[in-house]
């Protein structure tokens, strides 16, 4: 029997408010060479009964005998998946009905790359459509800013199985683990989001993603120690901390110079190991400084700040970042 060309892939819990709008987008995209792989994690709603209302031959509907949680439930598509790539949907989200084909058109196009994932709308818990939408980065530089940020709508994501495979799936990172995974498809090869919208993505109050724990905070250092360890930087639990509040986009003032200092020892560590481009490299964290200190209206310090010989460099001067750094130094030598 042929394989398929993807194996879609929708991980549910207690999710019978959703997953039919989610099983349909997918049954009824363009694209029509895949399989459906559900898996109902332990449910104790009627998940089961909605997805069973579909009489669909591409769809194999499995079902775990308890919670057992994302990590195991994904990683059953080590043994499952028959797709050349795997194509993943959240069990509350909407894929448009020309995403795999996008994707596959991409990955064609693009055969170096492993991962591609795309924009995405965001509806409510109603179906409706908000006027905010998720838009990620689509240049040549995601592989650099996955050091400070899942660049990845995870419902958009299409991988490669023959690498999903060989990286062993996700690991038990609570909360974080797609994260983890990308990263990890990250360091190997070129990742991408396509300029598209792909799906819609449901805001709700039982979102998992809305519910951060300690463990993911965990996680996730765990996660930059892998990415400071592979740049050849030298981390510690105070350059851990400082680029987790990168990360999460939960920035101190009085922590500035820090993040001055570690940007400089990735710039320093990468020139040595040459895990990026080192023009490119140097160049983004200098434009990743001009942000941070954007993020404080008001700073006497920001122009000497933007100059750093640590990591200016003249070839990077624009007019525009120069004028909102002098505004900001303005504003802080009159306060």
Not at 115 to 134: P, R, S, Y
Not at 243 to 271: D, P, Q
Not at 272 to 281: G, Y
């Amino acid at each position: 029997m042929k394989s398929p060309k993807i194996t879609a892939f929708i991980a549910a819990y207690n999710a019978s408010d959703y997953i039919e709008e989610s099983v349909s987008s997918i049954l009824n995209q363009t694209f029509k060479d895949f399989e459906l792989i559900i898996i109902d994690d332990g449910s104790t709603d009627d998940t089961a009964l909605a997805v069973k209302k579909f009489n669909d031959n591409r769809i194999r509907f499995l079902q775990n005998d308890v919670n057992k949680g994302l990590p195991f439930t994904r990683n059953r598509l080590l043994e499952l998946a028959n797709g050349e790539y795997i194509a993943i949907l959240d069990s509350d989200d909407i894929a448009y009905p020309d995403r795999f084909q996008l994707q596959l058109n991409f990955f064609s196009s693009h055969p170096e790359v492993a991962l591609c994932g795309g924009h995405g709308t965001i509806i409510n818990e109603n179906g409706i459509e908000a006027d905010k939408k998720i838009i990620v980065p689509t240049d040549d530089s995601i592989n650099m800013r996955m050091l400070f940020a899942n660049s990845f709508i995870n419902s958009s994501t299409m991988f490669k199985t023959e690498i999903f495979k060989a990286l062993n799936g996700y690991r038990d990172f609570a909360l974080a683990e797609d994260f983890d995974l990308f990263t990890r498809i990250s360091e190997k090869y070129k990742v991408a989001n396509i300029d598209a919208f792909l799906v819609k993505y449901r805001i709700h109050g039982e979102n998992i993603t809305i519910k951060r724990s300690e463990d993911q905070g965990k996680n996730e250092l765990e996660i930059l120690k892998n990415m400071q360890d592979n740049l050849g930087m030298s981390f510690n639990t105070s350059s851990l901390n400082l680029h987790k509040e990168l990360l999460t986009n939960n920035l101190n003032e009085a922590h500035f110079a820090g993040y001055l200092e570690l940007l400089i020892a990735m710039k320093v560590a990468n020139t040595k190991s040459k895990r990026f481009d080192t023009a490119k490299l140097n160049r983004f964290l200098f434009n990743k400084w001009y942000e941070i200190l954007r993020l404080k209206k008001s700073n006497a310090k920001a122009l000497n700040w933007y100059f750093k010989k640590e990591l200016y460099n003249v070839a990077y001067f624009n007019f525009k970042q120069f004028r909102k750094i002098f505004k900001i130094t303005l504003r802080g030598l009159i306060s």
